[in-house]
């Protein structure tokens, strides 16, 4: 069965760091491109990045690019997202999600059940 | 202001059959990518629904079905239940924005 479980959240000031931690189990990790995708409070999904099979290519929804890192550990079956300089609109769940790339569209086709992020003073 | 557009909300009756739309534009759905869709029941992570346009993965009934044509993509499902009361989210490529993206969400209350 495949699993992904996400820890690492909680509430963080303006301008901090925090770091997402996303463990895989049920499936070949090292097979698949991983992505994280955030949900604002009562608000829809958002793709926030992706990373292929052996790190080599990363890639960032605008709005985090140079604030926010991907990277991955397939030795320990880990996803992470290193977030810097967190500003209050990056408040969201963030969801951990295993990515399949189907045709030229690549599809989530499991999900993590999200970790809170709180940006606030 | 999402890149591909649903409707807010949709509803129906048990027993009904609701379609929600998914309208996007030459830079993704309309230059060909692939259109996936997403359910997410109250309290939980989104779940794969269709993928592909028009794909069911193991395990989904075949209440639900989807097409695309042209810009646009749809989602339809026949005998509506309660269960079936959740957010709905399609997704593609976007080539300008070299972005994975999805539509705002419609929310499906069964009357």
């Known amino acids: 069965e495949v699993q992904l479980v996400e820890s690492g959240g909680g509430l963080v000031q303006p301008g901090g760091s925090l770091r997402l931690s996303c463990a895989a189990s049920?499936?070949?990790?090292?097979?698949?491109?991983m992505s994280w995708v955030r949900q604002a409070p009562g608000k829809g999904l958002e793709w926030v990045a992706n990373?292929?099979?052996?790190?080599?290519?990363?890639y960032y929804v605008d709005s985090v690019k140079g604030r926010f890192t991907i990277s991955r550990d397939n030795a320990k079956n880990s996803l992470y997202l290193q977030m810097n300089s967190l500003r209050a609109e990056d408040t969201a769940v963030y969801y951990c999600?295993?990515?399949?790339?189907?045709?030229?569209?690549?599809?989530?086709?499991?999900w993590g059940q999200g970790t809170l992020v709180t940006v606030s003073s | 202001q999402s890149v591909l557009t649903q409707p807010p909300s949709v509803s129906g009756a048990p027993g009904q059959r609701v379609t929600i739309s998914c309208t996007g534009s030459?830079?993704?759905?309309?230059?060909?990518?692939?259109v996936h869709w997403y359910q997410q029941l109250p309290g939980t992570a989104p779940k794969l629904l269709i993928y592909?346009?028009?794909n069911r993965p193991s395990g989904v009934p075949d209440r639900f079905s989807a097409s695309k044509s042209g810009t646009s993509a749809s989602l339809a499902i026949t005998g509506l239940q309660a269960e079936d009361e959740a957010d709905y989210y399609c997704?593609?490529?976007?080539?300008?924005?070299?972005?994975?993206?999805f539509g705002g969400g419609t929310k499906l209350t069964v009357l």
């Open positions: 999600a295993r990515t399949h790339s189907y045709s030229r569209s690549p599809l989530f086709d499991f």
């Open positions: 997704q593609s490529y976007d080539s300008s924005l070299s972005a994975l993206v």
């Open positions: 592909g346009n028009s």
């Open positions: 990373i292929k099979q052996d790190g080599s290519e990363k």
């Open positions: 049920g499936f070949t990790f090292s097979s698949y491109w």
């Open positions: 030459s830079s993704n759905i309309g230059a060909g990518y692939d």
